[in-house]
């Protein structure tokens, strides 16, 4: 059972509560990542980059439209997908995408370790990337990150009617992609 838990006001301005707020979430946030990322030095700066987001939009938190974990997962896919935008500029500019920072060898030893227990999410996801981006971002949410269809819509800033639709479409279309059924089975 998840608790419903309210983003202080303060976070910004408070550095207790930024560090309460960033211990309770960390592995969750690493682990929505690892599943969209194979390198540790991208999960490790995204999820810095998710963080220092929510000290800017913490005052956008409203407990009223889901939990705190799915406006975090909200803000960690836009950071993600502002990410991949760049990357896609800087591609098309440079021929390459360079210049990672380093980690310690540790630090790298664990981002691997992450990465690689996210290899069945990373699969999934990647079986879903037929379906329409709409369908596909509901059903990474809900079957992938464990959201319920209500926390999923807030996520997207859909109605929760129209998130099920969305949702029982996906599932149609994705029933017999091998790998997904599974994790699909067990969710909400």
Same mark, same amino acid.
């Given at each position: 059972?998840?608790l419903?838990?309210?983003?202080p ?6 550095? /207790?509560?930024? /560090?309460?707020?960033?211990? &309770?979430h ?9 599943? &969209? ?7 490790? +700066?995204?999820?810095? /980059?998710?963080f !220092?987001?929510?000290? +800017?939009? #913490? $005052?956008?938190?409203?407990? +009223?439209?889901?939990?705190e974990?799915?406006? *975090?997962?909200?803000?960690? &896919?836009?950071?993600?997908? #502002?990410?991949?935008?760049r990357?896609?500029?800087? !591609? @098309?500019?440079?021929?390459?995408i360079?210049? $990672? @920072?380093?980690? /310690?060898?540790? +630090?790298?030893? &664990? ?13 999934? !996801?990647?079986?879903m990337?037929? *379906? ?5 971002a !509901?059903?990474? *949410?809900?079957a992938?990150?464990? *959201?319920?269809?209500a ?17 029982? =479409?996906?599932?149609?279309?994705? =029933? ?6 599974p ?6």
């Amino acid at each position: 059972m998840r608790l419903r838990q309210t983003v202080p006001a303060s976070i910004a301005s408070d550095p /207790e509560a930024f /560090e309460a707020f960033y211990r &309770r979430h960390f592995d969750a946030v690493t682990r929505f990542l690892a599943r &969209r990322t194979q390198d540790p030095h991208t999960v490790a +700066d995204l999820t810095a /980059e998710v963080f !220092l987001a929510v000290l +800017d939009s #913490a $005052h956008t938190y409203r407990p +009223d439209r889901g939990s705190e974990i799915a406006w *975090l997962y909200g803000v960690a &896919r836009n950071t993600l997908l #502002a990410e991949r935008r760049r990357s896609a500029r800087e !591609l @098309r500019a440079a021929g390459r995408i360079s210049g $990672h @920072r380093l980690l /310690e060898s540790d +630090d790298v030893a &664990r981002m691997e370790e992450r990465i690689d227990a996210e290899s069945p999410a990373r699969r999934a !996801l990647e079986a879903m990337a037929a *379906l329409p981006e709409k369908d596909r971002a !509901l059903l990474e *949410l809900v079957a992938v990150d464990g *959201l319920t269809p209500a926390e999923a819509a807030a996520v997207l800033g859909i109605r929760q009617g129209t998130a099920r639709v969305r949702l029982h =479409r996906a599932r149609r279309s994705i =029933r017999q992609v091998p790998g997904v059924t599974p994790v699909m089975e067990g969710t909400k």
